[in-house]
């Protein structure tokens, strides 16, 4: 069963970069379609990135696209989600998300496990 650990948060300046890691405790990461969301405070969760269970399909909202990358090391049972040019508006709790449909629904609805989330502050 999957267990999510995420870590990397903290305060970063405008325009740093940041790299978010989760791990899955329970070994199984590799057979699972693996997500990040973020909820800024006052703001209702949003999708951030996705990537399939062989790391070869991915997708990213808009708001993060060219910025943000996501990729998995299935051998570590890791994801990561490499922040670049942060903003102040990138300011939230980011959380990682397990589920097995397709990397084309991005909806929250159908997660079947996620992370306790890890706090990202964007400020200078």
């Known amino acids: ?9 903290g305060l970063v300046q405008p325009g740093g970069s940041l790299t978010l890691s989760c791990v899955d405790t329970g070994g199984t990461l ?33 708001s993060v696209k060219g910025r943000f990358t996501i990729s998995k090391d299935n051998d570590k049972n890791t994801v990561y989600l490499q922040m670049n040019s942060l903003k102040v508006k990138d300011t939230a709790v980011y959380y990682c998300a397990a589920d097995r449909r397709a990397t084309s629904v991005v909806d929250e609805a159908g997660v079947t496990c996620w992370g306790k989330g890890t706090l990202v502050t964007v400020s200078s």
Request: charged residues 20%; hydrophobic residues 35%.
């Open 1 to 9: 069963q999957v267990q999510l650990v995420e870590s990397g948060g």
């Open 30 to 62: 590799a057979s699972y379609t693996m997500r990040w969301f973020r909820q800024a405070p006052g703001n209702q969760r949003e999708f951030i990135a996705t990537i399939n269970w062989s790391g070869g399909i991915k997708k990213y909202a808009d």
